[in-house]
């Protein structure tokens, strides 16, 4: 499985940008797509999750803010970002979990808000 994430870049505070997470390959059995994001010096943080069954989970600084989604005839999961912060700058990486224990992440995008 192969994941190319884009759609990062520089934006001011308060606006929007969609990050997008093409997946590749065997994508039979997923059973969990995410997104992280990671600054400096820090661990990876998970950002939001989302079900096979369209459910979804959000840290709780980006709720009411971001939105992830899927769309499975483009096997492509989304991250709509909106009333973005400064706070929320940081590389964001997609991941995808499969049956039985496939673990796969995408190459990082930067996203850097400005105040």
């Known amino acids: 499985v192969q994941l190319q994430a884009s759609g990062g870049g520089l934006v001011q505070a308060g606006g929007s940008l969609r990050l997008s997470c093409a997946v590749s390959?065997?994508?039979?059995?997923?059973?969990?797509m995410l997104w992280y994001r990671q600054t400096p010096g820090n661990q990876r943080d998970e950002v939001a999750r989302?079900?096979?069954?369209?459910?979804?989970e959000y840290k709780d600084s980006v709720k009411g803010r971001f939105t992830i989604s899927s769309e499975k005839t483009k096997n492509t999961i989304y991250l709509q970002m909106n009333s973005l912060k400064p706070e929320d700058t940081a590389v964001y990486y997609c991941?995808?979990?499969?049956?039985?224990?496939?673990?796969?992440w995408g190459q990082g995008t930067q996203v850097t808000v400005s105040s």
């Open positions: 991941h995808v979990r499969q049956v039985p224990r496939g673990s796969y």
């Open positions: 390959g065997n994508t039979a059995s997923i059973s969990l």
């Open positions: 989302l079900y096979t069954d369209g459910s979804a």
